[in-house]
């Protein structure tokens, strides 16, 4: 089942000797959409896999990097948000039969399944602490004009709208009302 997934890395050749050690240095597509709502890796986007696997007494010890660009909107003028992202890795997967296996719940530690380990919840994990919730495309962004949304960095200097405040508009109004009275 996790056969297709290209961030459920075969580690059938590191062994299960304590201090084997392979490193991986790919590239694969995300499976899936990974980030947030304004900002995220897009399914399909290149991650850049740069891990060591080692054996240790329990399990495979998976550390080291995954980057990926990250596309969104700023969340004040919807402009594209463009970012490279890179995160770092540390998880333990347990081997099948080990004590940490035994005594632990797979959302608690990974998992060594069929000669696999699943690093796509772990980079999940992690770049959803990274990405900022409201992206921006620049620090001071003005965003949009409230009036008619243009977005206010192509506006000319001191865009505005000509118009009335609404309480006096409710004054203007009820002075039409009061003048229509005095007459009839
Ligand atoms: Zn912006
Ligand atoms: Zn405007």
């Not at 992202?85 to 005594?103: M, Q, W």
């Not at 069929?114 to 001071?140: K, M, N, W, Y």
Request: charged fraction near 25%.
């Amino acid at each position: 089942m996790a056969g297709k997934n290209p961030l459920a890395i075969d580690i059938s050749r590191l062994g299960r000797r304590p201090g084997s050690m392979i490193e991986v240095h790919e590239t694969v597509p995300s499976p899936s959409r990974i980030g947030l709502d304004l900002i995220r890796i897009e399914q399909g986007a290149p991650l850049e896999l740069d891990l060591r696997i080692e054996s240790v007494s329990e399990g495979a010890l998976v550390t080291g990097t995954v980057s990926g660009p990250a596309t969104g909107e700023c969340v004040r003028c919807l402009e594209p948000v463009g970012d490279e992202v890179s995160i770092d890795i540390t998880e333990l997967f347990a081997y099948p039969g080990s004590t940490t296996e035994a005594t632990t719940e797979e959302d608690e530690v990974g998992h060594v399944v069929d000669d696999r380990v699943d690093i796509e919840q772990s980079i999940v994990d992690a770049v959803g602490l990274v990405l900022p919730f409201a992206p921006l495309c620049r620090e001071d962004c003005a965003g949009l004009c409230p009036d008619c949304g243009v977005a206010l960095v192509d506006a000319e200097p001191g865009h505005a709208h000509d118009k009335i405040d609404p309480r006096w508009a409710k004054l203007a109004a009820l002075k039409d009302q009061a003048g229509d009275g005095s007459d009839g």
